[in-house]
């Protein structure tokens, strides 16, 4: 279990952690009716930066529009969300790189199962930035779980109770002895891990499946794709077959909470040497020194905070 620092952002103040609590009538705790998104706050030589955080606020704000929690646009604005960041961050001074997680919770109080012009509340906290997934060489199994599709709860929105789905898979996996799993579609294409996405070489070509593929638009996703783009690495984005997976002379997972990690073993099947690959380890280096503000291209990607 990762560590939880003791100050939370709660509705509009800061308060004990355990202060910052949902009542049971309420629709995010009855349905899962939250969104929430995760980044990574780190220690750089210039202080605290949070990594794309306008880019978080507005996935948070594509989420609630999917999903129809339409009071969150009317009273939270980028720079509003920006100084509550700021606010949880500065009252837990942390000494080390975290993840921050916001949430916005439905807190009406048994509304039935609708979502519009209903009470929120956010919510955001910290814990510690520890990985899902080892970074050593994860071995993954393809779940007996399928992905949700976009026309049952789409994978593009980070809603609170999609998440069932990936704790499901999780869970077969770690049952069956393995860090973690590949969620395919309705269609048996590779989608993403339980909770990061995923990416294969061969012959020197990244690819990636595509956002039509029941992924969660990833943020770190994308900024593999602008450093593949910005460094001429031939990158696609398509439909992928789990038996390209396996034949791959690559494959790494990347997400906030699972950095760039390489996959050692699919289904039982090693995946090129066992070993990192050039491409993940060349990648994965340039994207730890973008985190921790070394690299001054991506400098405009963090925020600082007090
Ligand atoms: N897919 C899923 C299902 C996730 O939960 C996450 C983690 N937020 C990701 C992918 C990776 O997204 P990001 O790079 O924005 O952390």
Do not use: H, M, Y
């Given at each position: 279990m990762s560590r939880v620092y003791d100050k939370a952002f709660f509705g509009s103040a800061i308060v004990p952690i355990d202060q910052a609590t949902l009542n049971v009538t309420t629709s995010a705790v009855l349905y899962g009716l939250s969104i929430y998104t995760v980044f990574p706050v780190c220690v750089t030589g210039k202080g605290l930066r949070a990594f794309r955080l306008k880019e978080h606020f507005k996935r948070l704000l594509d989420s609630a529009r999917i999903i129809g929690i339409d009071t969150f646009e009317k009273e939270w604005t980028e720079a509003k969300f920006i100084d509550a960041v700021q606010q949880t961050v500065s009252a837990n001074a942390p000494h080390e790189d975290v993840f921050v997680r916001a949430t916005v919770h439905v807190?009406?109080?048994?509304?039935?199962t609708r979502s519009r012009g209903l009470a929120t509340v956010l919510s955001i906290f910290l814990y510690e930035?520890?990985?899902?997934?080892?970074?050593d060489g994860a071995r993954l199994k393809t779940s007996v779980w399928r992905r949700v599709p976009d026309y049952a709860i789409p994978s593009r929105a980070k809603v609170n109770g999609a998440y069932v789905n990936s704790v499901l898979a999780k869970q077969d996996a770690l049952d069956s002895g393995y860090d973690d799993c590949i969620f395919l579609d309705t269609e048996g294409h590779v989608c993403e891990l339980s909770a990061a996405n995923i990416f294969l070489v061969r012959g020197g070509t990244l690819i990636t499946p595509g956002t039509?593929?029941?992924?969660?638009?990833?943020i770190n996703r994308r900024t593999v794709i602008e450093i593949a783009r910005s460094t001429g690495i031939a990158l696609e984005e398509r439909t992928v077959d789990l038996t390209e997976l396996y034949v791959a002379d690559e494959v790494f997972a990347c997400g906030?909470?699972?950095?760039?990690a390489p996959i050692k073993e699919i289904d039982a099947r090693t995946i090129g040497t066992g070993l990192m690959g050039p491409l993940t380890a060349r990648l994965r280096e340039k994207h730890t020194r973008i985190l921790h503000g070394e690299d001054p291209e991506y400098a405009n990607l963090l925020t600082p905070l007090p």
């Open positions: 807190n009406e109080r048994v509304p039935g930035a520890a990985p899902i997934i080892p970074q039509g593929s029941d992924i969660l638009e990833g906030t909470s699972s950095f760039i």
